[in-house]
């Protein structure tokens, strides 16, 4: 099932996937639409090649340690293991399909894969359509800058936690939206 679009009308749902998509500092939106630029929606794709994916904003990388230019092996493998994680939460809401690849284990929150396991990703989704409460226009995104700005409006990238007052903010701010906006991923 290729190409598929994603329809949420649910505040609970806009909230969950904005706030995976927000995840490491929208580490999966940047890395999700990195691949869909690069490959497309229709091709298979070698989880390593996004080791030298930038994550997050510079704050995050610079916080996390995540030189993302560094071949020192200890970065690379702090960035392999940021990247599981994030393809964790991209296949949590169904953006990706993670395939090992001969003998390899399957990607696990509680052991991440060592850095020369091999997997596929098969990424699925080419539109994220979000139908917010109150009635109003319709807004396509086509841009990645666009689609920051968008779901930062709801979880800011630099905000710290508590997680509660972050829920509490994004539910209000979804509840205040009108609309349909849809991001359509590069294909």
Not at 131 to 159: D, L
Request: charged share 25%; aromatic share 12%.
């Amino acid at each position: 099932m290729k190409d598929r679009e994603i329809v949420v009308e649910n505040t609970n749902s806009i909230y969950r996937y904005i706030s995976n998509l927000s995840f490491a500092s929208q580490g999966c939106l940047s890395i999700y639409w990195d691949i869909c630029e690069k490959y497309g929606t229709r091709a298979l794709v070698d989880a390593r090649t996004l080791i030298n994916v930038p994550i997050g904003s510079k704050a995050f990388r610079a916080e996390e340690s995540l030189n993302y230019q560094s071949n020192k092996p200890e970065e690379r493998k702090r960035r392999w293991n940021w990247v599981q994680l994030i393809l964790l939460r991209l296949e949590r809401i169904g953006f990706v399909r993670i395939k090992p690849i001969g003998n390899n284990p399957p990607f696990s929150i509680k052991s991440l894969a060592p850095i020369d396991a091999n997997y596929i990703l098969d990424p699925r989704v080419s539109k994220l359509v979000f139908h917010f409460p109150a009635y109003g226009e319709k807004t396509e995104i086509s841009s990645i800058i666009a689609a920051h700005k968008f779901i930062g409006r709801f979880i800011p990238p630099s905000w710290p936690p508590p997680y509660s007052q972050i829920r509490e903010h994004a539910l209000n701010s979804i509840c205040k939206t009108k609309g349909q906006v849809a991001i359509l991923f590069p294909r």
